[in-house]
């Protein structure tokens, strides 16, 4: 029987995308489950796992570091945009990343507790739902489900590298609005702000800028959702104002005062984390709610992050 994913995002997102998309994962599940690079795939390699598990204990730090990764903190960061229409001063976005909400059973819980009761205007998410890179989504889908009561208005999402298309249907059922290389126009009374979201552009590489902006009016205020602040070139050049991103972790386990080990990503380690800019395009990378790989922190908690967006002369 054939699969009825494809033809129901065709029409929205188009068929090279849809069949790159699908095609894409299909091979990455073949060559991780592979006997011959097994050892090689570091979502398959459980020695490094243990590796890392190993060195905490030994350092008398493993239990800290496991209860660093329940302590999500509130980041607040305010951003003036030079052409922000006066009805959207104040404006706050809620950036939730990186969740990874099915990588431990009680996960779901404590980012609840961390987003429950938070004031803000419209909440985001810049993908990586699922734990692994490949293999099943039902548990991740069951945390998104659980999560979503607890978020207000419409939640905007994109896609991250660890995430599988057919997760779109099944989160937009659940009230989540995936941006798939697409825009929406955000309205207080007649004026707008425009949100675009782009595909993950670290392992896919589906990210198309003209099919996601090309619809952006020139003089609007336009704000970019992307999985990693790699692209944040083509996002400056292509006139965005505003780029919310994660991927990093921040590093996840640091040295002290922070500095990352990895970041698992192509570009300066000034974009890893918080905020930064680059030309006229303001950016903020948020290390993420949850962990990859090992459920563990060091030197670097999991965030979620207020955005509040002024206007110059209301800059305090």
Known sequence: MPDPLPEALIARAGRVYVRQRLGMEHDWELRVQGRRTHFFQIDNWHSLHGLVRGSLRMAGLLGHARRNARRIVLRRHEVVLPHLPPAFDGFTLLQLTDLHIDAAPDFAAVLIAAVRGLDYDLCVLTGDYRARTYGPWDAAMAGLAALRPHLKGTPYAVLGNHDTLRLVPGMEALGYRMLLN???????????????????A???????????AEALPDDAVSILLSHTPEPYRQAAHAGFDLMLCGHTHGGQICL????????????????????????DLAGYTSTG????????????????????????????
Do not use: M, Q
């Open 256 to 279: 002290p005062y922070g500095v990352p080990l990895k970041t698992h990503a192509r570009h300066a380690r000034r974009f890893a984390r918080g905020a930064w800019r680059y030309h």
């Open 182 to 200: 697409e825009a929406a126009a955000i309205r207080r009374g007649d004026a707008a702000i425009h949100l675009a979201g782009i595909e993950d």
């Open 289 to 316: 709610s949850g962990t990859s790989l090992v459920d563990v922190r060091l030197n670097c908690p999991p965030e979620v992050t207020l955005h509040r967006l002024r206007r110059p002369a209301a800059a305090v």
């Open 202 to 212: 670290h392992f896919y590489r589906l990210d198309n800028f003209h099919r996601a």
